[in-house]
């Protein structure tokens, strides 16, 4: 990992989770004709709950819509980060390497994760503003573009072996598969937490100085 001047992060499993889940979308999607293509708009256009519903036609009442909304609202109070993602950020902040997040979810669930994090990133690439979800190529393009590094200088680290894994080194960045909860490793690049992160990232400067 020599060449890795970045670390792009996943979100939620990766830096954080949700203690209290309601799951107001997925209700929601029970409700509409194309469950499919309602999460794919909830994914990729900037729209709160009440506007998916509308969009989608849903057929709920306006008592069971408002009790979805009040769902939500406890949903994101209830978002925390993960105990290593404070030390792990800043010590990679530290070493000199530029830091996002890369993430697919819906429009209410951004702001309540930014505000956790303990350092301002230099990407936030929510999929909800870019109109495309991973592993689409498009998204992993734009935010190596927005770092102004090739491919292989930046690191991918997320929960999902397709999207997040798999999804980023088909793009040409490198990659780890984050498995909290496995008890065996099952690739070379996969990681149980994000502490192991630092004993394979030198400080910047001097990944630099070896690749010279």
Same mark, same amino acid.
């Given at each position: *990992?020599?060449?890795? &001047? /970045?670390?792009?992060?996943?979100?939620?499993?990766?830096? $954080?989770?949700?203690? /209290?889940?309601?799951?107001?979308?997925?209700?929601?999607?029970?409700?509409?004709?194309?469950?499919?293509?309602?999460?794919?708009?909830? *994914?990729?256009?900037?729209?709160?709950?009440?506007?998916?519903?509308? &969009?989608? *036609?849903?057929?709920?009442? %306006?008592?069971?819509?408002?009790?979805? %909304?009040?769902?939500?609202? /406890?949903?994101?109070?209830?978002?925390?980060?993960?105990?290593?993602?404070?030390?792990?950020?800043?010590?990679?902040?530290?070493?000199?390497?530029?830091? +996002?997040?890369?993430?697919?979810?819906?429009?209410?669930?951004?702001?309540?994760?930014? !505000?956790?994090?303990?350092?301002?990133?230099?990407?936030? +690439?929510?999929?909800?503003?870019?109109?495309?979800?991973?592993?689409?190529?498009?998204?992993?393009?734009?935010?190596? !573009?927005?770092?102004?590094?090739?491919?292989?200088?930046?690191? *991918?680290?997320?929960?999902?072996?397709?999207?997040?894994?798999?999804? /980023?080194?088909? $793009? +040409?960045?490198? !990659? $780890?598969?984050?498995? &909290? &909860?496995?008890?065996?490793?099952?690739?070379?690049?996969?990681?149980?937490?994000?502490?192991?992160?630092?004993?394979?990232?030198?400080?910047?400067?001097? !990944?630099?100085?070896?690749?010279?």
């Amino acid at each position: *990992m020599s060449a890795i &001047r /970045a670390v792009i992060f996943d979100a939620f499993g990766t830096l $954080c989770q949700i203690t /209290a889940p309601r799951r107001p979308y997925q209700r929601l999607a029970r409700r509409v004709s194309d469950p499919v293509q309602f999460t794919k708009a909830v *994914m990729t256009q900037p729209l709160d709950l009440r506007q998916s519903a509308r &969009r989608a *036609m849903a057929e709920v009442s %306006e008592q069971e819509l408002c009790r979805l %909304e009040a769902d939500l609202d /406890a949903e994101l109070q209830s978002i925390s980060l993960f105990p290593d993602v404070q030390h792990v950020l800043l010590a990679l902040r530290a070493r000199g390497y530029r830091l +996002g997040v890369l993430s697919n979810l819906a429009a209410p669930y951004a702001a309540p994760l930014r !505000a956790l994090l303990p350092a301002d990133l230099d990407l936030y +690439g929510w999929s909800f503003e870019r109109g495309h979800a991973k592993p689409h190529p498009r998204l992993y393009h734009w935010a190596c !573009a927005t770092l102004a590094l090739e491919p292989e200088q930046v690191l *991918m680290v997320g929960d999902t072996r397709v999207p997040d894994y798999s999804g /980023a080194q088909a $793009c +040409g960045l490198q !990659a $780890c598969w984050l498995r &909290r &909860r496995a008890s065996t490793e099952v690739l070379a690049d996969t990681i149980s937490g994000l502490e192991e992160l630092l004993a394979r990232l030198p400080p910047a400067a001097l !990944a630099g100085a070896a690749d010279a």
